[in-house]
């Protein structure tokens, strides 16, 4: 994977256009991952995903934990994995563990050792290393880093914990990783709370990650208060490194959009 | 009249012929697949019918008329424009599904007497409501209101459906308005009785028209009264002009059907069975939600180039057959394709000359154990068509070896018949 700035703002703005490199795939930033269930969008099979603008529509967002039942880590392995799986090669697979319909972080249950999301097949408790194995079987070709997304109404202690669990999920996942981390993308979390984002966000740019996923947004956090956390976020991860930010809402919300081009994304 | 049919190629009373429409010219036999709330196929699109290889697909005209309505779709141009399809199209006449669809149906002479499913106010579809309608949509084909019976029911009831039949087709080619570029079929009706087909095929053929449909089987009549009743019809039809079996169906009901001398099919049966999660192979019908298929590495059908079997296999397609909309596009695609390439089978075994060994390759993958149903035996007596040598069991432990999954291609090549 290879990421690359070309071009910044002038007079202070933060917003900045890339390129993201991966196999012979490159796709301009910043670009929009498109949802899919069991790894294909929604009503669109590879003929007709094939129909829509290239290579912006190369990019999709998978959800490991929509596998965690079948096919078994085997099959999904002899298959050959993600791409082979769902008949896409010149895609580009990004996968993170919770998304915003089919995989909801379920925080009450989410403890110590893994956590847990409202899947397709009931409640399911996610440690690393089943994450991990996923992962290693799916062979997508980034992955976030399990993470614990708690809803902005929780408590300053819980919080504090989510932003503990999730760097240490960060570092047992980049362990359990063969290529050591290499195609990650560390999560910050911290809630509604700049200090417990900084923090986050700066104890992951330590971490040999390849990106970032900011995540823990969409739970309940008014759209003021996102600008501002985004806004810390961003101020303390490197440049050089790509960013992404999931569960926004709507790309309607047109003047909340504008924010987050400036926030640097 | 607005259509030619060129018959190419013969094997008894089987042919393989070109249909020129307005829209498209057809090979048949063919099958047609059904759309639903309008004429879109659930989940798939026109392009990729296209590519399938569909060539007629039917329209639902009282779907249509409900929403969005004829008058619209003609204003906007014919259904052909709305829905973007370039080839042709069929439209049935709204009576089967007023029938099927609606409790409260009453059939009286001026027509079907139902109550609207939008609020519940006494509607009636006369002949001359239905071909209106049909005339708005603009399709190829157009069927003509029959009053239908399921050959199940017995009694007075079957002749008075047959005589009303032929009295309505006479009402519905006076309210045809564009037989230029519409094909008006009549429908055959009369149960499961030969004297009251035979009426009813004679009155229809006095009336000259583009082509014939047989109408009121596939619907729990028995097998051998089925394939009599087609027989009996293909006999009595013209020859230069096509026939068409409604609702039908099975793979083995439409091979049999042909080789009696049918050319045209249209059933749910392949979309439907799609959606409960089963593709169509060439054994038979695979069950994708059994739990076997969670690690089975194959696709659906070796031997099938669709889309679906070039990019996936058994184990995904499991994971998301009835909990996935994705899963019913997949294998809708996936039996559409296999529905098409049935039918081009048909139409170039028999053009080529071996069609009979086409219909004993057929039957022999579906029954291997050589269990071929009496009702096929006897219909492809009539047909003229030798199939004892797919009656034996084969001696080799085909079925033992399938079932756990191992590929014995190369230990039990398929026999081939003298």
């Not at chain 2, 086409?358 to 006897?378: A, T």
Request: proline share 6%; hydrophobic share 40%.
């Amino acid at each position: 994977m290879r990421f690359a700035v070309t071009k910044v703002c002038a007079s202070g703005a933060k917003a900045r256009a890339g390129l993201l490199q991966i196999g012979s795939s490159g796709v301009e930033t910043p670009a929009l991952l498109l949802s899919t269930r069991k790894g294909l969008p929604a009503f669109m099979s590879p003929d007709l995903l094939s129909s829509l603008p290239l290579p912006d529509s190369l990019l999709l967002n998978v959800c490991p934990t929509h596998f965690i039942e079948v096919p078994p880590s085997k099959t999904i392995s002899n298959i050959g994995g993600l791409h082979r799986m769902l008949g896409l090669p010149d895609h580009i697979l990004v996968a993170a563990a919770g998304e915003s319909t089919e995989c909801l972080p379920s925080s009450d249950a989410t403890n110590k050792f893994g956590a847990s999301f409202e899947t397709p097949a009931g409640r399911k408790l996610v440690k690393p290393s089943d994450y991990m194995e996923l992962i290693s079987c799916l062979q997508p070709n980034l992955w976030a880093s399990l993470a614990d997304e708690v809803p902005a109404w929780v408590n300053e202690k819980r919080n504090k914990t989510s932003v503990e669990r999730t760097l240490r999920w960060l570092d047992a996942c980049i362990a359990l990783d063969a290529a050591s981390g290499r195609n990650s993308l560390g999560v910050v979390v911290g809630g509604s709370s700049i200090e417990q984002r900084k923090l986050c966000a700066t104890e992951v740019s330590k971490r040999n990650v390849s990106g970032f996923w900011i995540g823990g947004f969409g739970l309940g956090e008014s759209v003021e208060e996102r600008c501002s956390l985004l806004n810390a976020v961003t101020d303390c991860l490197p440049l050089e490194k790509p960013r992404i930010v999931s569960r926004l809402g709507l790309p309607g919300a047109c003047d909340t959009s504008f924010f987050f081009l400036e926030d640097g994304l | 009249m607005a259509l030619r049919f060129e018959v190419l190629g013969r094997f008894n009373r089987a042919r393989a012929a070109r249909l020129t429409l307005p829209h498209f010219t057809c090979q048949t036999p063919l099958f047609m697949p059904v759309g639903t709330q309008g004429s879109t196929i659930k989940g798939l699109t026109t392009d990729q019918l296209e590519t399938i290889g569909c060539q007629i697909i039917l329209g639902n005209t009282y779907h249509l008329e409900l929403r969005p309505g004829s008058q619209l779709i003609d204003d906007l141009g014919g259904l052909h424009k709305f829905m973007n399809w370039k080839r042709a199209l069929l439209t049935d006449s709204g009576g089967f599904q007023m029938v099927s669809l609606l409790h409260l149906a009453d059939i009286t002479e001026e027509g079907v007497t139902f109550q609207s499913p939008v609020d519940g106010k006494p509607m009636l579809l006369t002949p001359e409501e239905s071909i209106n309608i049909q005339n708005n949509i603009g399709a190829d084909i157009i069927m003509a209101l029959d009053d239908v019976v399921k050959t199940t029911i017995t009694g007075p009831r079957i002749e008075e459906a047959m005589y009303r039949t032929l009295r309505w087709i006479d009402r519905c080619i006076a309210a045809h308005k564009k037989p230029d570029v519409q094909n008006l079929f009549g429908i055959v009706q009369g149960g499961l009785d030969p004297v009251l087909r035979d009426i009813c095929v004679r009155g229809l053929v006095e009336r000259n028209l583009p082509g014939y449909a047989i109408g009121g089987l596939a619907g729990g009549e028995d097998k051998d009264s089925f394939w009599r009743v087609v027989a009996q019809c293909t006999a009595g039809l013209p020859e230069d002009k096509p026939r068409y079996v409604m609702g039908v169906g099975y793979p083995l009901d439409i091979v049999v059907c042909s080789a009696l001398g049918a050319d045209m099919y249209d059933c749910v049966y392949p979309t439907r069975t799609a959606r409960f999660g089963s593709a169509l192979v060439p054994e038979g019908v695979l069950k994708l939600k059994q739990n076997a298929m969670a690690t089975d590495e194959r696709p659906i059908d070796p031997s099938c180039p669709c889309m679906v079997c070039k990019n996936y296999t058994r184990a995904y397609l499991h994971c998301l057959v009835t909990k996935d909309p994705m899963g019913s596009q997949l294998l809708s695609y996936h039996n559409l394709s296999f529905m098409a390439r049935l039918s081009r089978d048909l139409h170039m075994s028999i053009l080529e000359g071996r069609f009979p060994e086409f219909v004993r390759g057929f039957l022999r993958v579906q029954f291997p154990k050589g269990d071929v149903p009496k009702w096929v035996h006897n219909a492809m007596e009539v047909a003229g068509i030798d199939i004892s040598e797919c009656c034996t069991p084969t001696n080799c432990q085909h079925d033992a070896m399938e079932a756990a999954g191992v590929d014995i291609s190369e230990f039990c090549p398929p026999t081939r018949c003298p």
